[in-house]
């Protein structure tokens, strides 16, 4: 598509009014409701003719939504600076990378990003394989398993054995599962819209869930910090940095307790959340198309094993699944931010301190920059799409100097796992009321279903068959 496609919305005015609340949605009183029921539906009537429109919630007051590309330049790079985050990141990951602004965020990355460059992260693959085959070569053909939930331990299995150095039990650690799924509680959409002082159960899961991380978190700093010794000056192993850190006290690159277990817990859900939920939705797209799954299939059966980068980086089809993935159902669909001055966005005017959402998913499935946008198809990737369509037409790990400092290792990881898995399995969607599932036809199943809170998801319970290759 054109990258100077049309934007809407604007007004040409000399005195900006505040953006409408979309006649679709009913009165603004209405949209807490509607948001409980059909968030992504919600979201989705709100940003489809405005790219700059309002939403009200009784907890929140007013969000202000941005749903064009020009609009997320503005916001991560051009004017980040009068942008902070929102208190919902402070809530969930108190003071981790991912909630840190100006100079405690700077200080932060700075020291993580060695822990993520590509030599690194390449370092990692065959720990990842390991993993990966370990929960795979524990499924058996002809058993069901509920998809989200078993990509999900499979991204956490793999994260604490590369970065914190340690196995969890196939079948067991369920506190650790458990809370690192409670961290999604304080986003549900039947308690988001509602103001922070009523006591929902989700908000009592949620606060049980990021103390037990917590607690987890400093028992592997311990746990770490006793078993170093003095050789460890120089540790390339996350847990060690860590510790290292805690333990100089001389200049300004010190993190106290808190901060260290705040970037664990951050670490612990945004390193194998967002890549559970890619995997889960890649591999329900392959289980309805058998041409794609055939390419798929013709691709990984002819690769050498162990798998290398290089064998990663030969494999186009793979790569255009996860990409397509990350286009329909990015994980962060929404990007939210607190606007710390006042200003304008295509003629309409932005309060101070507002909360403004971008639209990520909205501008990802936008008729405006992508041909057939709610179809999902790898293959328009092979056309240098990514070259033509506007900077930020794509953005699934956001944009700017706080683009996701595992971007690489979650690709990494979501390719090697699909290759692995499809080696070795089909999966078929379980249709209880159509048994047995291999006689299943899927090709006019509706879109899948999805769960929106703190990130985008395939609904928990979907169910598939395993039938070996």
């Known amino acids: 598509m054109s990258s100077d ?109 060695p822990l993520f460059t590509q030599n690194k992260i390449d370092s990692y693959i065959s720990g990842m394989t390991e993993q990966i085959h370990r929960r795979a070569d524990s499924w058996e053909s002809g058993m069901t398993i509920d998809l989200q939930r078993e990509m999900r331990r499979l991204t956490l299995d793999t994260l604490f054995a590369t970065l914190f150095g340690r196995k969890l039990a196939l079948e067991g650690d369920s506190d650790i599962h458990n809370a690192a799924v409670q961290l999604h509680d304080w986003f549900t959409p039947t308690s988001y819209p509602l103001p922070e002082w009523v006591p929902t159960p989700a908000r009592r899961r949620f606060k049980r869930g ?157 008729e405006r920059f992508y041909e057939s946008p709610d179809t999902f198809d790898p293959s328009r990737w092979e056309e240098g799409i990514k070259q033509s369509i506007p900077d930020f037409a794509f953005a699934p790990f956001g944009g700017g100097p706080r683009f996701c400092i595992g971007r690489q290792f979650a690709l990494t990881e979501a390719k090697l796992a699909l290759a692995i898995i499809g080696r070795k399995y089909t999966l078929h969607r379980i249709d209880h009321s159509d048994y047995p599932p291999e006689s299943q036809n899927h090709s006019n199943t509706p879109d899948p279903p999805l769960t929106a809170d703190m990130t985008l998801r395939l609904t928990p319970g979907t169910e598939f068959y395993l039938s070996e290759r």
Request: proline share 5%.
């Open 210 to 366: 990021r103390s037990k991380l917590r607690t987890i978190a400093g028992e592997l700093l311990s746990k770490k910090a006793s078993a170093m010794t003095d050789n460890s000056s120089n540790p390339d192993d996350l847990l060690s940095t860590l510790v290292n850190l805690r333990e100089q006290t001389d200049d300004n690159s010190m993190l106290t307790d808190k901060q260290l277990r705040d970037q664990i817990v951050t670490l612990i859900f945004a390193g194998h959340d967002t890549t559970a939920s890619t995997l889960a939705l890649a591999l329900y797209e392959l289980s309805r198309d058998e041409d794609l799954q055939s390419c798929f299939h013709d691709e990984i059966d002819n690769i050498e094993t162990p798998i290398d980068r290089v064998t990663l980086n030969s494999l186009p089809v793979t790569d255009q699944i996860v990409t397509e993935t990350l286009r329909m159902y990015p994980a962060v669909y929404v990007i939210p931010r607190i606007a710390e001055r006042e200003m304008t966005m295509m003629d309409y005017r932005i309060p101070n301190q507002s909360q403004v959402w971008l639209g990520v998913r909205q501008v990802q499935t936008d």
């Open 5 to 113: 496609a049309q934007t809407r919305n604007e007004q040409g005015s000399s005195n900006p009014q505040l953006p409408p609340y979309p006649d679709a949605l009913g009165h603004p009183l209405t949209h807490s409701i509607r948001t409980m029921h059909k968030p992504l539906m919600f979201r989705d009537n709100l940003c489809k003719h405005h790219d700059v429109s309002r939403s009200y919630f009784f907890g929140a007051g007013d969000i202000y939504n941005l749903s064009h590309p020009k609009l997320f330049k503005r916001v991560l790079i051009d004017n980040r600076e009068s942008f902070g985050k929102s208190d919902d990141f402070r809530i969930a990951f108190g003071e981790g990378l991912v909630a840190s602004e100006g100079g405690q965020w700077q200080q932060q990355r700075q020291i993580l990003q």
